[in-house]
């Protein structure tokens, strides 16, 4: 079965820092690469995503980028706030012709202090 | 902005009981989506549709089946709850194949 291998699972960062959260993948026909933040009490809510004909993209603070001869995507917040504080989830379609349902990483836990 | 709203945001049921989760969202969306979220497991897929009447299962089907009579509708069904279905469960939605997918606020089950 397809995988989307996301790490780490925690992450504790200061004000400013610049948490990095990675996701490797198996399938090299993923075309779509969705980065969802999911706050408590709250379904998940899309942040930013990526196709892989760009080796990145930048949303605000929010950077991804993508490396397809390492099969990995990264999600970069730079200048982080105590409000980026949240569960952050990759996903990525099965393969190219089957991209109505998503793989799911397992999540990213990250709290950045004050 | 896209809206997708759950029937109840806490339920608490018992074991052996029929349990009804619904779903709707307001623009026109294709697919939809029934997950469960555990600590430490993702979200994982229990079933989708892609139209009215259709459905194919995802990664948990088991114990659960689902109904899309109208298009912004779908409805989540535990036929006879047990311990093990205590979660979190999500509805998504998306336009299209390929579509960002837009989630309700969720609705945590408790099965005793």
């Known amino acids: 079965q397809q995988q989307v291998k996301q790490s780490p699972q925690s992450l504790i960062v200061q004000k400013g820092g610049i948490p990095i959260i990675n996701c490797a993948y198996e399938?090299?026909?993923?075309?779509?690469f969705p980065w969802y933040q999911q706050f408590p009490g709250k379904g998940p809510a899309l942040l930013i995503a990526?196709?892989?004909d760009v080796s990145e993209k930048k949303e605000g603070r929010f950077t991804i980028s993508f490396n397809k001869s390492a099969k990995q995507f990264s999600l970069h917040i730079m200048d982080s706030q105590p409000g980026d504080s949240a569960t952050y989830f990759c996903?990525?379609?099965?393969?190219?012709?089957?991209?109505?349902?998503?793989?799911w990483g397992l999540g990213t836990s990250l709290a950045v202090n004050p | 902005d896209v809206k997708v709203t759950q029937s109840s945001r806490y339920l608490v049921k018992r074991t052996g009981e029929k349990v009804f989760l619904e779903c709707v969202q307001d623009?026109?969306?294709?697919?939809m989506f029934w997950y469960r979220q555990d600590p430490g497991l993702g979200l994982r897929l229990i079933y989708f549709?892609?139209?009215?009447?259709?459905?194919e299962k995802g990664d948990i089907p088991e114990g659960y089946s689902v109904s899309r009579e109208k298009k912004e509708r779908f409805s989540l069904i535990l036929e006879s709850a047990s311990t093990n279905q205590t979660s979190m469960y999500l509805c998504?939605?998306?336009?299209?194949?390929?579509?960002?997918?837009?989630f309700g606020p969720g609705t945590r089950l408790t099965v005793t």
């Open positions: 990526i196709r892989p």
């Open positions: 623009m026109d969306h294709e697919n």
């Open positions: 996903a990525a379609p099965p393969n190219a012709g089957n991209n109505r349902k998503l793989i």
């Open positions: 399938n090299t026909a993923f075309d779509y």
């Open positions: 998504a939605s998306s336009f299209t194949a390929g579509a960002p997918q837009y």
């Open positions: 549709s892609y139209d009215v009447k259709m459905k």
